[in-house]
């Protein structure tokens, strides 16, 4: 067996050059929008479309084989009949490829003839060291490159580039089925394991602990290949950066559907509870938890401790986000009594925690100004680790005023917060969202998630501590 590195998988995000074997039809052909989906984003490395059928698509000669390629391409994409995929792998080892994305689906995850298919792309694997993501995947992308592997139709063209990576055991977080460009997540890479033949979720662990350009992994797990490799990297990788794990399949209809999903198999749910709390990462249990909470990790710096502020406009929200802050393990801060005594200058109904203001910016001549002279005061508190800030959000009328006042703000504050924006149109507050982003604060339009991002990065600082 020939032996490769199991943390280098850089010929999956990093390719010079990459063959392309599929359908070329013109516009529906997976082939065809693989490498066209590269073209959009900005791909320039060499690619090589392979079809017998074909002799030149999208400008590029077209080639009967694999074999007949002009060079050892870094990778090869491989979507066509499963029956086809083995001999094709075998072949791209021969000619020197160093890894395979296997889009192909009816693999494992249906038993029987797919699964033995799925046995020879390992045997193959293990003969020859090529590696291989999937089969049963949309891929991979990495947005320092514009490289993208997805052979789907894209809405759009371009993301935001950042240092969030997420990793999935499903398409679904990929840009086919999420308005990621929309939501302005600052992303550096992903990648769809499909049904792990070879890469797997401790491949990728230790390819991102080593990744300097990645400061957060989300990953969303159906099954763990081998725990205690997977433990090992997770630690190693924490020890680094934070992780956030989404295990799905936590009941028992979930993991029925997790197996028939990419044959996973999910396993005693307290198990894994236990395995990720030792691994130092931590747990989320939604899409949107998944997707969002690293944005506080990517655009702030972590929290001393977990003492929080709670600056609303609304007592109600206030109640509110104290029941969820110390559920996510969050204290609520109490102020010095000089903030406090500022507070009470500023407005009476102001000397607590949660801070309502919004009594005093319904009668004053000029409410940003005191927003912003009581934001800043708050958090700039000896007793207070991180905040959280209402801003009324709803009205196309209200961005240029509420991102001017945060851009004014964001220089005076050096400890992490993020914003919580309400109001009457989801449009008006998405597009502020993006503002926001744009200048390196985390916003959110769920105020529990919020507050979870917030409860994520005090817990980090509180497992760093530890190591």
């Known amino acids: 067996m020939m032996k490769s590195d199991r943390s280098d998988l850089r010929a999956f995000f990093e390719p010079a ?53 002009p060079e050892a391409a870094d990778q090869v994409i491989i979507i066509t009949p499963p029956p086809t995929v083995p001999a094709i792998v075998e072949q791209a080892a021969e000619r020197g490829v160093k890894a395979a994305v296997i889009v192909s689906e009816n693999f494992g995850e249906v038993g029987g003839e797919g699964a033995q298919l799925q046995r020879q792309l390992v045997e193959i694997r293990d003969r020859t060291g090529i590696r291989i993501v999937g089969p049963n995947t949309i891929g991979l992308l990495n947005t320092a490159n514009g490289y993208i592997t997805v052979p789907y139709f894209i809405a759009y063209d371009s993301l935001r580039k950042g240092t969030v990576t997420y990793c999935s055991q499903s398409g679904f977080v990929g840009p086919t089925a999420q308005p990621l460009q929309d939501r302005g997540y600052p992303i550096n890479k992903m990648c769809d394991v499909g049904n792990k033949c070879d890469v797997n979720e401790t491949d990728l662990l230790n390819c991102f602990a080593d990744d300097p350009s990645t400061k957060v992994v989300a990953m969303h797990l159906e099954d763990v290949k081998d725990g205690r490799f997977f433990l090992e990297a997770a630690r190693n990788l924490v020890s680094r950066k934070p992780l956030l794990v989404m295990k799905a399949g936590r009941t028992e209809e979930g993991a029925r559907a997790a197996s028939s999903h990419t044959s996973s198999l999910a396993g005693n749910e307290e198990v894994y509870d236990c395995a990720i709390r030792q691994a130092g990462a931590i747990r989320v249990n939604s899409w949107p938890e998944l997707m969002e909470i690293p944005k506080v990790f990517a655009y702030q710096p972590l929290p001393e401790g977990n003492r929080l502020a709670i600056i609303t406009h609304t007592g109600g929200a206030g109640v509110v986000a104290t029941d969820i802050a110390v559920e996510a393990g969050l204290a609520v801060a109490r102020y010095s009594d000089e903030t406090v005594a500022f507070l009470k200058d500023t407005q009476f109904r102001l000397g607590g925690n949660p801070v309502d203001m919004g009594p005093i910016l319904s009668t004053s001549d000029n409410p940003f100004q005191v927003q912003e002279e009581v934001i800043a005061r708050i958090i700039d508190d000896p007793n207070v680790d991180c905040a959280i800030v209402a801003a009324y959000g709803g009205l196309e009328g209200l961005l240029t005023l509420v991102v001017e006042m945060f851009s004014r703000l964001k220089p005076r504050i050096s400890k992490p917060f993020v914003v919580w924006l309400y109001g009457m149109k989801l449009g008006a507050m998405q597009e502020m969202v993006v503002e926001l982003e744009a200048i390196g604060l985390p916003a959110y339009i769920d105020i529990e998630v919020a507050i979870k991002a917030l409860g994520a990065a005090a817990r980090y600082t509180s497992i760093r501590a530890g190591m």
């Open 17 to 69: 050059s990459v063959a392309v074997v599929g359908s070329l039809r013109d516009g529906m052909g997976l082939g065809f929008r693989s490498i066209k989906n590269m073209l959009n984003f900005g791909y320039t490395g060499r690619v090589y479309p392979v079809n017998p059928s074909y002799d030149e698509v999208l400008g590029f000669e077209v080639y009967s084989d694999v074999s007949e390629i």
